[in-house]
């Protein structure tokens, strides 16, 4: 469904029509030679898709249209129905106008912000992640630490390492106070969104950095809340919506993006680019309260990304546009003293692929075929522990057929009409490649096979094998929109087929305390785990192999109509009930989920907007696919001088399954109210929002624990969580020269308070130890503790985007200011209570912060041959070290950090 607006255009000269379109939609406009703009254009009142705004405002003026690349192409009528066999029109601009920069949405979309590709191309960092496009919006937030995204209740918050630099996947949003796997993201409206969470993980990180989570045999390396890793190259443009979500989309608790693809461009164009950073130019801070680990040193990594693009039209109606991106990053790390201080490097390879079949005819009928690529492969080896080699996957796919079209219905009140329609495929698999399904501790000072292999009498070794998680989503997805005796209609249908795998191939093994003796004798024959005459283990877990899979199937069906009251005193009042209801095959339930907006747009160009909502959300398939996993069998055997040292077979001694089930379970939901007011400011002017959203999630997923023997939980309802967020807003472009340029500027500033039950269902950690808190022994898990930067309440940001030199200098500058707020930290010392010591914690303030990022492009070259520019960026352009205070294993926080880069475009 394309985006609407509501539009209030008087029959103005064309020229002023323009500038109000391309202030409210964002597109920029050109003029072709000889078109003239003097004449005055029909009124556009209503809410409208773009293509019909400026079909009303041009009809039977003897002008006319196209859209290309965020920009609207003006002509004469005779000059588009004309031969085109034998005339080619090249678009010479003699007037043209700067899109907003970012787009604030009003009235029921007073939750959506739109960033052009102008925007996107200044905001994106050096690292090209395009979810941090959105990190100057009020009501988003970002992990600190995206290693480890699950740990809410973390105590010690982990700073930079090289395994985190390999990691090139984009970083976790938190939008209106729900976790980093709660939003709906996608890619031209088509889902992206990986349905088994990211909470498939014991460990509670997504990426291993130490032998703990190495060794956590079910933690499925490499989930991501997004099944496709999108390079932020290929994108025209990117929305974000916080609160006050249309009917239209469902399927999540936080809040809702939709990066839009490229279209193929009118003329044959090829682009070309490289970038590079690394520690070299990366300045590090130590922030740990206690003196670093001896083995601790800042990160050494170096990145390098390539790019390339070519887009052609085929015919009058059809375009091709195609891209291939690839990001690499190579870390060097020391493995520790005990394993010679050797030199590990690892590599991580991340492709980015697209190609786009376009076609689009002068009846506005568009079909769109689509597929994005996405392979991704993160090496990963220990610093404490030898053989231990594994690959990281991440491999994504999306593809799409769509079908757009306006419909001739002219009856029943029926106009404007369009129908639009997609059948789409999301399939993704993670999971690690590991050269050994064996680890074990060994002896290196006795001798025998494993004699000096590490420079400390008890050595790790080995890895649990392979482990893989897969998805697969069908989905059709159907849409209308009409106006109806001047009011707007959309209803619509969403039907999908989710197919989940996890599968462990072979078993794996873990095996602890060797007995070393020179009468060690093998019972048992091709023992593993013992050398005849030096040494064998005498415990040991297995961890099963398996296979599994999890199907079902949802389906939706949502219908909104805004209805338009004109006469009403000062202005006019628009009512917009939406209604959704979901149906899911895996909890089988059907919900009904209301959405309702009033707006009153008063005749001073102020709109008020109050809107009540109700969200439920779909990342379920992480309960079903933990319950797959047979769990652990431990194994034990005596081997001492009353058995003559001999290591005979293993006996089994316990078992532990974590079984995740329930019965009679509600979908969780999450209830929204919202307020906004929307108006320009006086003798200023510019777009000025502010708004309040207070959410409450009601029926989240918890766990009870029913069988004290084994870890044996049942799925409830208990878990709750809570989000109140009041945000201002003010945007305006300068497009008169000032100060030497053109400018967009924009600020906001925002109060939040995040809560969160403590029920949860993944969070916890069973090896947390307790601590002293508030003069009392306290769980971790009990308290709200540091959760990256997602619970600092108060935050002001801002943006400037520049162009000097008739666009030849272009500048992005993004600034953050962090209020103090209070923590739950390490003090540092200890209480020993009944034979017991815990480490004190206590409350404490972080100093406020301000962080500066600068992206710089310069056209070094210009002419018919193309366009070279270069790139910089440098984030943390004031080499702030960061509040949080680190462990003492990870101790460096990054500081101010460089990319440069190189930009062919033809």
Not at 593 to 604: E, G, I, L, Q, V
Request: proline fraction near 3%.
């Amino acid at each position: 469904m394309k985006r609407e607006y509501r539009f209030d255009i008087a029959a103005v000269p064309l020229m002023d029509g323009l500038e109000q379109i391309s202030e409210l939609t964002g597109y920029s406009f050109s003029v072709v030679t000889g078109s003239n703009l003097a004449g005055t254009g029909n009124a556009v009142q209503g809410t409208f898709d773009l293509q019909q705004a400026l079909t009303k405002m041009f009809k039977d003026t003897g002008l006319t249209f196209a859209l290309a690349d965020r920009q609207i192409v003006v002509t004469t009528v005779n000059q588009v129905s004309g031969d085109r066999g034998t005339e080619t029109l090249a678009p010479v601009i003699i007037q043209a106008n700067e899109a907003p920069s970012v787009y604030l949405g009003v009235g029921s979309e007073s939750g959506a912000t739109v960033y052009s590709q102008q925007q996107i191309e200044g905001l994106v960092q050096g690292d090209s992640d395009p979810n941090k496009i959105f990190r100057a919006n009020p009501n988003v937030q970002f992990q600190a630490s995206y290693s480890n995204p699950n740990r809410q209740n973390r105590l010690k918050e982990r700073g930079d390492s090289a395994a985190a630099e390999q990691d090139l996947r984009p970083a976790g949003v938190s939008i209106s106070g729900g976790k980093i796997d709660q939003n709906n993201i996608m890619l031209d409206g088509v889902s992206v969104n990986t349905y088994a969470g990211t909470e498939t993980n014991t460990s509670g990180s997504s990426i291993p950095d130490d032998d703990d989570n190495l060794l956590t045999a079910d933690s499925v390396w490499g989930v991501h809340p997004q099944s496709v890793y999108i390079d932020a190259n290929i994108l025209e443009q990117a929305e974000i919506i916080d609160s006050n979500v249309s009917a239209k989309y469902g399927g999540f608790q936080g809040g809702v993006v939709n990066y839009k693809v490229k279209d193929p461009s009118l003329d044959p164009t090829f682009s070309a680019s490289i970038k590079r950073g690394g520690s070299n130019w990366t300045d590090y801070h130590v922030k740990s309260a206690e003196a670093p680990d001896g083995d601790a040193v800042p990160p050494k990594y170096e990145k390098l990304f390539y790019n390339a693009s070519a887009s052609t039209p085929l015919s009058d109606d059809w375009g091709m546009l195609v891209s291939a991106g690839r990001r690499t990053a190579e870390t060097t790390r020391t493995a520790s003293e005990d394993y010679f201080g050797r030199q590990i490097t690892n590599t991580t390879k991340a492709d980015n692929f697209l190609g786009k079949l376009k076609y689009e005819n002068d009846d506005g009928l568009a079909l769109t075929m689509q597929v994005v690529y996405a392979p991704y492969a993160q090496e990963w080896e220990s610093i404490r522990r030898i053989d231990s080699k594994m690959d990281i996957l991440g491999n994504g796919l999306n593809s799409y057929v769509g079908i757009e079209t306006p419909l001739d219905w002219q009856s029943g009140g029926f106009s404007d009409a369009s129908f639009e329609t997609k059948l789409s495929l999301n399939s993704s698999e993670v999971g690690r490649e590991a050269d050994a399904n064996i680890a074990r501790q060994v002896k290196s000072n006795v001798g025998g096979q494993f004699g000096g292999v590490c420079d400390a009498t008890n050595c790790n070794l080995g890895a649990l094998g392979d482990l893989y998680q897969s998805q697969q989503e069908l989905s059709y997805q159907a849409d209308f929109t009409a106006s109806h005796f001047g009011n707007r209609l959309a209803f619509g249908a969403d039907i999908r087929r989710i197919h989940a795998e996890s599968e462990r191939p072979e078993t794996a093994y873990n095996a602890r305390s060797s007995t070393a003796n020179a009468a060690i004798t093998c019972a048992v024959a091709d023992d593993p785990f013992c050398e005849n005459g030096v040494q064998a283990n005498r415990f040991m877990t297995e961890y099963e192999a398996y296979s599994g899979e999890v199907s079902f199937y949802t389906g939706a069906l949502y219908g909104q109509y805004a209805l338009n009251f004109d006469h009403v005193p000062f202005g006019d009042l628009e009512v917009k009930p939406g209604l959704r209801l979901e149906r899911d095959t895996f909890l089988g339930k059907t919900n009904l989920a209301p959405r309702f907006s009033t707006t009153y747009h008063t005749d001073w160009d102020i709109v008020f907007n109050a809107g009540w909502n109700r969200y439920y959300a779909s990342n379920m398939l992480s309960y079903a696919l933990r319950d797959l996993s047979p769990g652990a069998t431990n194994y034990s055997r005596t081997i001492n001088a009353g058995n003559g040292f001999v290591a005979g077979a293993f006996n089994a001694t316990s078992s532990s399954t974590t079984n995740y089930g329930g019965s009679d379970l509600k979908t969780p939901f999450t209830d929204e109210r919202t307020a906004s007011v929307a108006f320009p400011l006086p003798a200023i002017g510019g777009q000025t929002r502010l708004k309040v959203v207070q959410r409450k999630g009601r029926d989240q997923f918890s766990r009870i624990s029913t069988d004290s023997g084994s870890r044996e939980y049942n799925l409830s309802n208990e878990g709750s969580s809570g989000y109140l967020s009041y945000s201002i807003e003010w945007a305006k472009d300068f497009k008169e020269d000032l100060l030497g340029g053109s400018h967009s500027f924009r600020i906001n500033g925002q109060y939040g308070e995040r809560t969160a039950s403590n029920n949860s269902y993944f969070d916890s950690d069973e090896e947390d130890e307790d601590i002293i808190f508030d003069g009392q022994i306290t769980d971790p898990s009990a308290l709200s503790l540091i959760t990256g930067n997602l619970d600092e309440p108060w935050i002001i940001n801002s943006s400037l985007s520049s162009q000097f030199d008739d666009g030849r200098l272009r500048t992005a500058l993004t600034g953050r200011y962090t209020f103090p707020y209070m923590i739950v930290a390490d003090t540092g010392s200890n209480r020993t209570i009944n034979g017991t010591t815990y480490d004190v914690y206590e409350q404490r303030q972080e100093k406020a912060r301000f962080d500066l990022d600068l992206n710089l492009d310069y056209d070094l070259i210009r002419n018919p041959a193309g366009v070279l520019t270069l790139n910089a960026s440098i984030e943390n352009v004031l080499n702030r070290g960061g509040a949080h205070t680190l462990a003492s294993d990870y101790p460096y926080r990054k500081g101010r950090t460089v990319w440069l880069g190189l930009t062919y475009v033809y």
